[in-house]
């Protein structure tokens, strides 16, 4: 049996090794082992490796040549009511721009709205945002905040 000592020796073992898997970090996977699903994305994908930087206008003209690329893009992003978008330039108002000339963006928070960005993440042609607007959805890893004009 256990003696007063061992059992909370036992115990803490236990409680160690509960805290230590619980704080393993999975793997990252290649995006080519997640899948799609619908019109939109379940999650965004771990990576690994570094990713491809790209101009925000070769992404939108030919988003089928990054389908599932790991990519880095700039812009300024927008998101509002049924809005969340990479745009290549300043906006004039809301929902201005082209939507051809945008990426819809997922997993970012709206608290860089309306700032120049540089976005890190998983592009799919295969989800084209709210209303299949756009030629393309950046599932986003990371965000940089950089200068926007006159900063």
């Known amino acids: 049996m256990f003696t ?8 803490l073992i ?4 509960t805290v230590l898997t619980a704080c393993h970090r999975v793997e990252d996977v290649p995006a080519t082992k997640y899948s799609w699903s619908g019109s939109a994305l379940e999650e ?8 491809k930087t790209v101009e925000l206008a070769d992404l939108a003209a030919r988003p089928a040549a990054y389908e599932g690329t790991f ?12 809005h969340a978008a ?12 082209d939507f051809d000339k945008q990426i819809w963006v997922r997993s970012m928070d ?4 309306r700032q120049r960005v540089q976005l890190t993440g998983i592009f799919t042609a295969k989800s084209r945002g709210h ?4 030629p393309g959805t ?3 890893v990371s965000v940089l905040k950089l200068p926007g004009p006159g900063d």
Do not use: D, I, K
């Open 14 to 17: 236990l409680l160690g090794m």
């Open 110 to 113: 709206a608290e860089y709205s």
């Open 4 to 11: 007063g000592w061992s059992r909370r020796h036992a115990c």
């Open 86 to 97: 990479l745009h290549p330039e300043p906006e004039a108002e809301s929902y201005s721009g």
């Open 138 to 140: 950046l599932c986003v």
């Open 44 to 51: 965004c994908p771990s990576t690994r490796g570094a990713a």
């Open 131 to 134: 209303g299949a607007q756009w």
């Open 71 to 82: 990519v880095r893009v700039e812009g300024y992003y927008y998101a509002y009511f049924e």
